[in-house]
């Protein structure tokens, strides 16, 4: 199915350095109680071979964001109401389900959390492989087959033309996700999508999967978006960072600015209690309340709620980052609300400054 989208803006492609360009992405699902507002105008651009870090709580919209921007999202209940996703000079919003196939896996694919679910256990990992290479490629079947063994060798897989034949669940969890990352390489997509690759994986191979990911990534130039809870993560593997809350960007930035300077109390919340020097598995920090009930949200602020530096018009404007000024934090502390001339603050509270690792070799 075609989709019918209402476009954020007129001004056409972005320039031709920008990969990735999400402009007022919104992403509903209609449920029995509702709408659920999953994104809900989110914006940003990722540049030829850079890196784009997105954090947040649980529930905030990050997997939503990746889905829509590869098209996989279960429509209905979900509807992608407006937007445009800029993939290398094409809106993907605009094309056909079989444009969209194309475009998925020969310019952008993904690692998800748990490969064993998409991973296919009736098939071997070298047909699969074989498969996406004949797919996206002019290859024939049997050039695939030794894309397949050359890839798995890439992604440190030992005897690779053994482990071709077997099935998935013959593997352990750090091989298959290996295996989804040869997969998602062997047709050198321009984009690298990695939704919390390493989650469901034990610690010393979570640092292998990332150092793999990072070192495919400088070779291969891609650009990578990488979705994670672990500050640590961030701090090693991305150049800049997007703050996601309740279906909308609140802060973005460089790691340093975002990590060390946190502007907005979210994002302050989060880094709370965490070293900055040594964040090795450091994950988001608890913030006192809950996130708001997507069929209640709060008036004005969408934070205001669980934020010990609310003020006065924290219960009556909504603060977008659209307009913000400073342009990267959505809070009233920094961009004068209506009816003010100034602001509270001009900077955030500085954190210990220091050098940032994971458990990830360097
Ligand atoms: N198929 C669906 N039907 C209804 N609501 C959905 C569906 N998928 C996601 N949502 C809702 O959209 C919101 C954003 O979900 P999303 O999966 O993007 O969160 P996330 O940031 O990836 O969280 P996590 O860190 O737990 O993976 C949540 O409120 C979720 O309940
Ligand atoms: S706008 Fe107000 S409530 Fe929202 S994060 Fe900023 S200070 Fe807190
Ligand atoms: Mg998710």
Redesign the pocket.
């Known amino acids: 199915m075609t989709l019918t989208v209402e476009r954020a803006t007129n001004v056409g492609p972005p320039a031709a350095d920008v990969l990735l360009d999400v402009r007022d992405l919104r992403t509903y ?1 209609h ?1 029995m109680d509702g709408l ?1 507002k ?1 994104v809900d105008g989110v914006s940003f651009t990722i540049k030829r071979g850079e890196t784009l870090g997105i954090v ?1 709580e ?7 964001t990746s889905l829509s921007i590869m098209r996989l999202l ?1 429509i209905p ?2 509807e992608i109401a407006s937007g445009e996703i800029w993939l290398d000079g094409q809106d993907l919003l605009t094309l056909s389900p079989e444009e969209m196939r194309e475009v998925r896996g020969n310019d952008v694919a993904m690692i998800f959390q748990e490969p064993m679910t998409s991973l296919n256990p009736v098939f071997t990992v070298g047909d699969q492989i074989t498969e996406a290479v004949v797919q996206h490629t002019r290859m024939s079947k049997k050039e695939a087959w030794n894309k397949a063994i050359e890839s798995l060798r890439l992604v440190g897989i030992s005897n690779p033309e053994r482990r071709v034949k077997q099935y998935p669940h013959e593997l352990s969890g750090g091989m298959r996700q290996r295996v989804m990352i040869a997969m998602a390489l062997s047709c050198d997509p321009k984009l690298l999508i990695a939704d ?1 690759p390493t989650t469901a994986l034990d610690v010393t191979i979570q640092a292998q999967i990332l150092e793999l990911i990072r070192k495919i990534q400088d070779e291969t130039d891609s650009a990578l978006m990488l979705i994670t ?1 672990d500050l640590g993560v961030v701090a090693e593997m991305v150049e800049d960072v997007a703050v996601m809350y309740a279906g909308r960007i609140v802060e973005r930035g460089t790691v340093e600015d975002v990590l060390v300077r946190p502007k907005h109390p979210y994002t302050e919340g989060l880094l709370t209690s965490i070293p900055s020097k040594g964040m090795r598995g450091s994950r988001l920090n608890v913030i006192k309340g809950t996130v708001p009930n ?1 069929f209640n949200m709060p008036k004005g602020c969408n934070f205001a709620p669980r934020c010990p530096y609310r003020f006065e018009p924290c219960g009556a404007y909504d603060p977008r980052i659209e307009d913000a000024h400073p342009p990267d934090v959505a809070c009233w502390l920094y961009t004068p609300a209506p009816g003010q001339t100034s602001a509270p603050r001009q900077s955030g509270p500085e954190r210990q400054a220091g050098p940032m690792t994971t458990g990830a070799p360097t």
């Open positions: 699902f449920v659920v999953a947040g649980s529930g905030c919209g990050k997997s939503v279960d209940p979900g919390e809870h997507p």
